[in-house]
């Protein structure tokens, strides 16, 4: 049995990370481990209610983190540590990071409140590697535009907001440089995904 691994992907909308999870399952599976592909908000079927609600409906800054932490705690206790401790690698389209990201940097909610969550949702498990798809927000935003369907809550928010949280990221990277590695998203999705190749490499030796 190999030792599970927790991995999780971040960067705004449209920055290419869902893209790249079948490339990183194959890389897991590559390896001789089995490889449990899951998302946030969402992972279990409370979590995808949650999830639903979350991306649709109005609802306060701090309501709206409540939530992702709800879905959290049930995606952790549900999928997360059950697959860790059978020895599986999780990899994570999404975490914690990205409601650092999206309510305190993108809603400008305070930080210390959402330690303390993390803390009470997650106090012993942290990601092994994160990769941060770093990319200009207006390219993020070109690449939803060739996608047909109909944008949620947060890819309707303006330009100044996914600068806020591509910000508050890269500060998630500089507090955590060990964990959270920052990949240069921008270019062709080969281009990308040679970087993510080395990226994991360098995480995984
Ligand atoms: N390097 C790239 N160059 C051009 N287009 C790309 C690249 N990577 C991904 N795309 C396209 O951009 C769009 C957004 O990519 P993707 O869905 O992977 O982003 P995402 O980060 O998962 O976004 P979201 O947070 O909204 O789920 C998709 O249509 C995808 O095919
Ligand atoms: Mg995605």
Redesign the pocket.
Known sequence: MTTGRFITVE??????????LEFLASAIRARGAEAVVTREPGGTPLGEKLRELVLHEPMDGTTEALVMFAARREHLVRVIEPALARGAWVLS?RFSDATFAYQCGGRGLDRGVFRTLESLVHPHRRPDATFL?DLDPAA?LE??R??SRTPDKF?REAAGFFGRVREAYLDRAREDPARVRVID?????E??RARLAEAFARAFP
């Open positions: 960067g705004i909308d449209g920055a290419g990370k869902s893209s790249h389209d798809f993020a690449r939803q060739a996608q890819e998203a921008s270019g062709g999705i281009d990308v």
